[in-house]
Structure formats: structure tokens, C-alpha cells
């Protein structure tokens, strides 16, 4: 069965710190997202792109966080320095137009 | 200025039993609700959805309820077995759009 595949599942930095995650989609699936899930609450869009074009980028913050998606397949997200406050579940989704959105198992961040 | 607002953190059920979670929104240019299921150190998953001009979808055990005049939605499962022990979260999506609006989540806890 195809999947969303994510890497490091785990991260520990330190602040002020880069970090980068990777998201490789399910093959055929143009529309590719970035969440963010803090602990209790649910996951929040940070990005969308549609092939390699950002489609939503409102809820990302511009000032430490980036994003691509190159080649139009697989994506990489950064933050860059990390803070305290970005310790969460960075998760990966992608879907085939508007259909449901299929999630990856995630990377845990944690800065110390 | 939360969206999607699932009031119930917690939800302990016995084995066999309904489970009901429940969802409130607020956007009524909302025309689109999916309910994902989520494990620990997993993403979430897909479990069912409902468009605004249905009001029940029914998949197995799984039903989903839609109020439009209360801006309510509803799961129930039955009957609850232990695998069903996740955190259910609720999410929504305007016409036209992909981005999902999600809730807190509700944890469900299926007690033998």
C-alpha cells in the first residue's frame, strides 16, 4: 500500500539550531502539505503546494521557517534557528485533488 | 479564533458499547468534514466524511451525523472495541479549497 514517508521520525536540537525535515508523497499525489500538531492540539497547515508551487504558505512563519518542493515531488521543510517553541509533530500529508489527505508518521521535534 | 471546536478532551467507553464524539463549528462556508483517526508516534488516519448536502454517512461500524442548522457533527461507532482506543480528531474544508481546519482532537479510551 502506498504511503506518505517521513524522515528523521525523531529530532532533538538545541536552539538557535537548523533543522530539516524531508516528505516524500505518495507517487502521483501533485498536492503536498506541511502541518504542524503541538502537543494537545490539532494539526495546523503551515503549507501547500501544488506540483512545486506554494499554493497556502499564510501560517508559515516566513522569518524562520522554509519550505520546497523542487522537483514537484518530494519536499523538504526548515527551520532555521530553531526556538523553544517549535517542539512539536511536523507532520507530511499529500492528496490527489481534493480528495481525503493521507498523512505520514510525523517527526517529533524537540528543542532544547 | 478556533473553527472547528472539539469540547470533549476525553471520552472513556466500555467494550461493546456507542462511542459518540462530538464537533462543533463555526465557518458555515465550511461544505466539507472528515473525521481522522490518530495513534501515538503514528500520523493521523482517514477513518470516514460527510458532505454539507448529506446529513448521515454510515461506513461499518462508523456513522457520522451532520447538523448544518446546529453546526454539529457527530461520530459514532458501535460497537466500541479496543483498537478503537486513539484520538479522534474532527476537521473541516471550504468549498473549492483543500485546507483542512482541525479540531483539538477527543481521545477515546475503549475499556474491557
Known amino acids: 500500500e502506498a504511503e506518505v514517508a517521513q524522515s528523521p521520525r525523531y529530532k532533538i536540537t538545541e536552539k538557535s539550531q537548523a533543522v530539516a525535515f524531508w516528505c516524500d508523497p505518495i507517487?502521483?499525489?501533485?498536492?503536498l502539505y506541511w502541518y504542524r500538531q503541538i502537543l494537545g492540539q490539532g494539526p495546523e497547515l503551515l503549507v501547500q503546494?501544488?506540483?512545486?508551487?506554494?499554493?497556502?504558505d499564510s501560517q508559515l512563519p516566513k522569518d524562520r521557517f522554509s519550505a520546497e518542493r523542487l522537483k514537484g515531488v518530494d519536499s523538504t521543510l526548515k527551520i532555521q534557528p530553531a526556538e523553544l517553541g517549535d517542539s512539536a509533530m511536523y507532520l507530511c500529508?499529500?492528496?490527489?485533488?481534493?480528495?481525503?489527505?493521507?498523512f505520514g508518521p510525523g517527526t517529533r521535534l524537540t528543542v532544547l | 479564533d478556533q473553527q472547528v471546536k472539539q469540547n470533549s478532551p476525553s471520552l472513556s467507553v466500555q467494550e461493546g458499547r456507542i462511542s459518540i464524539l462530538n464537533c462543533d463549528y463555526t465557518?458555515?462556508?465550511?461544505?466539507?468534514f472528515l473525521w481522522y483517526k490518530k495513534y501515538p508516534a503514528e500520523g493521523p488516519t482517514f477513518l470516514i466524511s460527510?458532505?454539507?448536502?448529506?446529513d448521515k454517512n454510515e461506513d461499518g461500524r462508523f456513522t457520522v451525523f451532520l447538523n448544518k442548522s446546529a453546526k454539529h457533527l457527530s461520530l459514532h461507532i458501535v460497537p466500541s472495541q479496543p483498537g478503537d482506543s486513539a484520538v479522534y480528531f474532527c476537521?473541516?474544508?471550504?468549498?473549492?479549497?483543500?485546507?483542512?481546519?482541525f479540531g483539538q482532537g477527543t481521545r477515546l479510551t475503549i475499556n474491557p
Open positions: 500529508a499529500s492528496s490527489y485533488g481534493e480528495n481525503e489527505q493521507f
Open positions: 507517487s502521483g499525489h501533485a498536492t
Open positions: 503546494f501544488q506540483d512545486e508551487s506554494v499554493v497556502d
Open positions: 465557518n458555515s462556508m465550511f461544505d466539507y
Open positions: 460527510i458532505s454539507s448536502i448529506k
Open positions: 476537521a473541516a474544508r471550504k468549498m473549492g479549497a483543500q485546507k483542512l481546519v
